[in-house]
């Protein structure tokens, strides 16, 4: 089975200071990782993803996650926050290389953690 | 080019009623996928389908339903709503490394 953990339910950070927003995952093989953002009222909007290759994957709005696979972790950050990445962000994964059927693109998401950054 | 698209926005139901979730993609995705999201909760699976003609539950799939009518469109049925159906419904579509997701329908059983 497959499970992700975002251990802080809330962030709070200065506008302009660097923010990290963490996750950590369990797969059974290697994973796929992603981060998605949903602002009020709206739909979650792709953020990035690590498939495979460099550690470091760049995204949209200047966010970048740092994947550790001895620490089974994936945590988003960005060296400078603006008001405007105040949402809630999610974490998800799926496993590389799951057992066949058809659920094999599922996708399992983490709790979703609520940035909120400070003017 | 719409991408995924969900109706209604918003449903007020009362217990006992039922009701269907539409869902249509335009991105000629195999997979689809409906999950509902509740606060302190995340997002969880409900009902996919992989491929037309093929449908699977998901990690809450109790008293609903699902259709897929054909490649582009995937419908949630409440048969009968109970006020823990209140939530918030994404309907996804997507291929094995990103999943796109509809507005959202706001659903309160009453």
């Known amino acids: 089975a497959q499970s992700v953990a975002q251990p802080e339910d809330q962030v709070n950070v200065a506008e302009g200071n660097p923010l990290t927003v963490k996750c950590t995952y369990s797969v059974s093989g290697n994973p796929y990782l992603f981060w998605y953002v949903q602002y009020p009222n709206r739909g979650l909007q792709f953020l990035l993803k690590?498939?495979?290759?460099?550690?470091l994957v760049k995204g949209s709005y200047g966010f970048e996650a740092e994947f550790n696979k001895s620490q089974t972790s994936f945590h988003l950050k960005k060296p400078s926050a603006l008001v405007s990445d105040s949402a809630l962000y999610f974490c998800a994964v799926r496993d590389m290389s799951p057992p066949s059927g058809a659920g094999s693109y599922q996708l399992t998401f983490g709790k979703g953690t609520k940035l909120s950054v400070i003017p | 080019n719409a991408g995924v698209t969900q109706t209604p926005k918003f449903q007020v139901l009362k217990t006992g009623q039922s009701m269907t979730l539409q869902c249509a993609q335009d991105?000629?995705?195999?997979?689809m996928y409906w999950y509902r999201q509740d606060p302190g909760m995340g997002l969880r699976l409900i009902y996919y389908?992989?491929?037309?003609?093929?449908?699977d539950k998901g990690e809450v799939p109790n008293g609903y339903n699902v259709s897929r009518l054909n490649k582009r469109e995937f419908s949630l049925r409440l048969e009968s709503a109970a006020p823990s159906q209140t939530s918030v419904y994404f309907c996804t579509a997507g291929l094995y490394n990103e999943q796109f997701f509809g507005p959202g329908t706001r659903l309160t059983v009453l």
């Open positions: 991105m000629n995705h195999n997979s």
């Open positions: 690590y498939i495979t290759g460099d550690n």
């Open positions: 389908s992989a491929s037309e003609g093929t449908t």
